[in-house]
């Protein structure tokens, strides 16, 4: 696995010291059909470690796959020679590739790429029509608790205090994976992807920080129920919940218990009238 810190000298008031940075690299993702060429569709800066989770992640965000048997296989690219590091392709378990110019987000972006606005809500809703999870009911406490487990499975945060970490989690409360990235959108593609690879069930994903519209999006693309924030949400992030029907949950670990901004009956909750 390649390295995912790196150590630093530096300097300190009270004189040098030894730390680590957080590597970030950029991942170029291609997509192919069976037997097809591949072509470069996607380019972030990651931190390298979980790239066939990342990619996988994606491909799920963006509704190039639904499950793991619409994918023949993802490797690292070899292009004759030995495998690329930072190059992926994901091969589909299709005869041709699907319109790749209609991708919602096609082509170069950053670690903390974005966009954001009511057409995009819109043009996700068409693509994922809300269908929610009636079957998934858990009580708040248990999303504490998923957010201090999630903390102690970032040992990447701990070396260098520079990264974001997305867990999921069944409703249950038991937590399936846990994924550090530089990038937040990065750290909840690689988890989704990882839960994709297992073929788990996923019921809870968890946020490390924020939780922005786009967050919201791939939770509502993956078809999970909760989305349980550390900090706080946007307006659009909320309003893609609600219209999807997903469970959104902000200030975990806050001594109020955390605010529940949309479908709190998942809780055990209710919504009070105002006074």
């Known amino acids: ?8 000298r530096v300097v300190r008031a009270r004189g040098s010291d030894d730390d680590r940075l957080v590597r970030e690299e950029p991942l170029t993702v291609r997509v192919a059909a069976r037997g097809g060429p591949a072509s470069d569709v996607w380019t972030t800066l990651r931190t390298p470690g979980h790239d066939l989770d990342l990619a996988l992640g994606w491909a799920l965000s963006e509704g190039l796959v639904t499950t793991l048997d619409d994918v023949v296989d993802v490797h ?11 190059s992926v392709t994901v091969r589909l378990d299709a005869d041709v590739l699907p319109d790749l110019a209609a ?21 996700l809703l068409r693509r994922c029509p809300p269908a929610p999870r009636e079957d998934v009911a858990l009580p708040l406490d248990v999303l504490d608790r998923l957010a201090v487990e999630v903390r102690g499975h970032q040992p990447l945060f701990d070396a260098t205090g520079g990264c974001h970490a997305a867990g999921v989690a069944t409703a249950d409360g038991t937590l399936l994976h846990v994924r550090e990235d530089v990038g937040r959108h990065n ?3 690689a988890v989704l992807g990882a839960a994709l690879r297992g073929r788990d069930r996923v019921d809870v994903l968890l946020l490390s920080g924020r939780a922005g519209y786009e967050l919201v999006a791939k939770a509502v693309a993956a078809r999970v129920a909760v989305v349980a924030a550390v900090g706080a949400a946007t ?41």
């Open 187 to 189: 750290a909840v593609d």
């Open 1 to 8: 696995m390649q390295r995912r810190s790196e150590p630093v």
């Open 235 to 275: 307006d659009l992030a909320a309003a893609t919940a609600d219209a999807a029907g997903l469970t959104l949950v902000t200030f975990l670990g806050r001594p109020h218990g955390g605010t529940v901004l949309t479908r709190a009956d998942r809780l055990g909750l209710t919504t009070g009238a105002p006074q």
């Open 103 to 123: 991708l919602e987000r096609r082509g170069a972006s950053t670690a903390a790429c974005g966009l954001c606005g009511r057409d995009e809500l819109h043009a």
């Open 76 to 86: 690292h690219c070899t292009d004759g020679g030995a495998p690329d590091p930072n």
